[in-house]
């Protein structure tokens, strides 16, 4: 047990602080577009310094980090109030997807241009009737020749308004069992017969979409990992999406418990005991998510393998999450509530922290199933 | 950095869960509970493997190892629900360590490392009874950062936990005055909480194994989510106690700046834990887990008598506001070059 930095940590931390101090992109755009290419442009100036994707190796442009060596970098994010840079699709899922699964071809065109910024990626996973049910993909994709046709509709798109690739999983085969008739392929979003249409969410803003396909053509060379093969696929993808949710997510607590409480300091709302318990109770589960995703580093570290322990972390941040954005409003006040108030964009914004990325209910069972090994029900 | 336990404290882990998996079964949980008595037998054998010392300098006769490797034995003894002084003990030992002077160290510490005088730790302000005070020969009182020794016996009392035998202080101004120490008061948090860890992560183990075997409608009870999400939960909220619990040994053991608040949180953390862990763990069981059999209750009337030990969860809460307040930034490194 030793929570202190190591050497390379520490050296690694001290240049990137420094470097941090002297590229800070200020302060954020207010609205929702211009924010995205803020954080898009945050990549492209991370990769000058070669930050862009720490845990990818070398060859690909990273530095082949660790992933406490990628805790300590998002770390030092938050602690600067730098944001999470854009296109994490690429650079959590995508890249990573690619370098397990992809041909060497496609290593070479993909790759490189999703650190400079240059492609932007989305996910084309949901559909209306395969949520959480995943294997109920139904977008179908028939074999023509080179060619693919895909026919089918796509949901809760996020980022499919900037995308140039989309990682798209499609059905293939009808005649197998539904989770061996799917492929995955890489769809150019500039293909002719995509329709995407902005989501309108519950806060009014547009961070999702739909996505239509109608007769869209995709090269057979664009899939990745074989066809018949894309459950496989699609799982290292979601394997790579729960990784990053440990540092990630407690971050973003973290940044919006301390405005929370330069909130309630300034106002003298600590005061009142009820309202002080409340708030410290929300701190303790902060702190025990921060920690827990440390531990479940070293852990995944020490057995070489990442496990379902990103259910936990997810479950821990979707709760408090929901928690403080609620005690947010009811301690804040009236103004809270004003239509234009941040508090209640985070408020409205974090009903949908228990639905997105694997709903809480199917981590609950993830949990129970391959974490506590109880019985499956199906 | 590594947090997870080391090779050689995983080893400690797996003796103790061992040991006491032997000679600690619920049947002699039961039996000590019924008679109101230690489990001489196992405290005999503890005593002979030298825990009551665990964390007691070589000097004075003890193993010198740390806070880390006595939260082990602390939450295996909570595990096993053992019968046996222990846990006062280390809680005796591990306050004078810190707050005693060595004149005194030397007066107490030997008889406290091998059982030979039985010890226990009680707050100044607080009426709360004390686990293993009740037959103790030496108390410490711990008032604010400092606090004193005595060997007046405590007033018995007895409580809805008869595995261990509580006390309350007669006179907390009686004895010799302790040096200034917050680690005294820090330290005994972290062995209280994983104590509570212990416990309750023996009652999700109990659930889990029980819930997958136990059939209604035809079917195992854990294939109903209704059964299986409720000890999801469980494990999501020990998952947090566990990083909790350690984290503060750490930081108490190496005298991290974040120390005093780490031991809040995870006493905070625990007093609620274990409670609702425990007592979801009677209702997993159905109607056998609210029978005198089931061994369930020995797991939570201890988490209930330990939860508002040395300071619930309010009052834990209260005290990290207030150190939040006073280092005025919620940076959090753990930078020790």
């Known amino acids: 047990m030793d929570l202190t930095l190591s050497a390379d940590e520490l050296a690694f931390r001290d240049d990137f602080r420094a470097w941090i101090a002297d590229h800070h992109p ?24 070669g930050f862009a994707a720490m845990h990818w190796p070398s060859e690909y442009g990273g530095r082949g980090a660790t992933a406490m060596l990628n805790a ?29 699964w992809g041909t060497q071809e496609q290593k070479e065109r993909y790759l490189a241009p999703m650190l400079r910024a240059d492609n932007v990626w989305c996910q084309g996973f949901s559909e209306p009737g395969a949520g959480s049910d995943l294997a109920a993909v139904a977008t179908f994709a028939a074999r023509e020749g080179d060619e693919f046709v895909v026919n089918g509709q796509k949901v809760w798109t996020s980022e499919a308004q900037y995308a140039h690739f989309c990682l798209l999983v499609t059905r293939t085969d009808r005649s197998v069992a539904q989770h061996k008739g799917l492929t995955y392929f890489i769809l150019d979003m500039s293909s002719p017969g995509i329709t995407r249409r902005p989501l309108r969410q519950l806060t009014g803003e547009s961070e999702f979409n739909e996505l239509f396909f109608d007769n869209v053509r995709i090269p057979a060379s664009s899939v990745i990992g074989e066809v018949g093969n894309g459950w496989r ?28 409480e330069s909130h309630l300091r300034a106002h003298g709302l600590l005061d009142d005991p009820i309202v002080a318990d409340r708030f410290t109770d929300l701190e303790i589960r902060t702190r025990a998510l921060e920690l827990s995703a440390l531990r479940q580093i070293s852990e995944a570290q020490a057995r070489g393998s990442v496990g379902s322990e990103g259910s936990i972390l997810k479950l821990m941040w979707s709760d408090t999450y929901s928690r403080l954005a609620e005690f947010a409003i009811e301690t804040v006040g009236p103004d809270a509530l004003e239509d234009a108030s941040g508090w209640a964009w985070e408020y409205l914004r974090s009903r949908a922290s228990t639905i997105e990325g694997g709903t809480s209910d199917i981590l609950r069972n993830i949990v129970a199933d391959r974490v506590l090994g109880l019985p499956r029900a199906r | 950095m590594r947090f997870m336990l080391s090779d050689e404290q995983s080893a400690i882990q797996d003796m103790a869960r061992e040991v006491l998996a032997a000679e600690s079964t619920f049947d002699r949980v039961r039996s000590a509970g019924e008679e109101r008595q230690y489990d001489s037998e196992l405290w005999a054998l503890q005593r002979s493997m030298g825990w009551p010392g665990v964390g007691v300098p070589q000097r004075w ?95 018995p009392v007895e409580t809805i936990d008869p595995t261990l035998r509580y006390g309350r202080v007669v006179d907390p101004s009686a004895g010799e005055p302790l040096n200034q120490s917050p680690i005294a008061y820090d330290s005994t948090l972290v062995v209280v909480a994983a104590h509570q860890l212990g416990l309750a992560q023996r009652a999700l183990d109990l659930s889990v194994a029980y819930t997958s075997v136990r059939e209604q409608f035809g079917v195992p009870v854990a294939t109903f989510q209704a059964v299986s999400h409720r000890l999801a939960q469980a494990h999501v909220d020990l998952t947090a106690a566990r990083s909790l619990v350690y984290h503060a040994a750490w930081a ?30 009677i209702h997993a069981h159905g109607g056998i887990g609210f029978t005198w059999e089931a061994n369930l209750h020995w797991l939570f009337k201890r988490a209930t008598m330990l939860g508002p030990y040395l300071g619930g969860a309010r009052q834990h809460r209260s005290r990290l506001l207030e150190m939040l307040g006073t280092a005025q930034t919620t940076s959090h490194e753990t930078d020790h070059s």
């Open chain 2, 252 to 281: 108490v053991q190496v005298g991290d700046s974040e120390a005093s608040a780490s031991a809040a949180r995870a006493k905070a953390w625990l007093a609620e834990a274990s409670r609702t862990v425990t007592g979801s763990a």
């Open chain 1, 26 to 49: 200020g302060s954020p755009p207010s609205n929702v577009e211009e924010r995205y290419y803020w954080r898009l442009e945050w990549l492209r100036e991370l990769n000058r310094g």
């Open chain 1, 72 to 100: 300590v970098f998002f770390t030092e994010l938050a602690r600067a109030g730098a944001p999470i840079p854009a296109n994490h699709i690429a650079t959590f899922m995508a890249g990573p997807t690619i370098m397990q």
């Open chain 2, 61 to 155: 006769g003890g193993q010198g190892l740390g806070l880390v490797e006595l939260s082990v034995i602390a939450e295996e003894c909570g595990y096993a629900c053992s019968s046996t002084p222990l846990l006062g003990n280390i809680l005796a030992a591990t306050s004078l360590v810190s707050a005693a002077s060595s004149e005194q160290c030397e007066r107490y510490l030997p008889s406290l490392a091998t059982g030979e005088v039985r010890g226990a730790v009680a707050l100044t302000a607080d009426s709360t009874p004390v686990p293993d005070a009740g037959e103790a020969g030496l108390i410490v009182v711990l008032e604010g950062s400092g606090g004193r020794v005595s060997l007046q016996p405590a007033q």
């Open chain 1, 233 to 260: 696929v699609a799982m290292t993808t979601l394997m790579h999406e729960r990784s990053m949710i440990g540092a990630g997510y407690g971050i973003r607590l973290r940044n919006y418990l301390t405005v929370v």
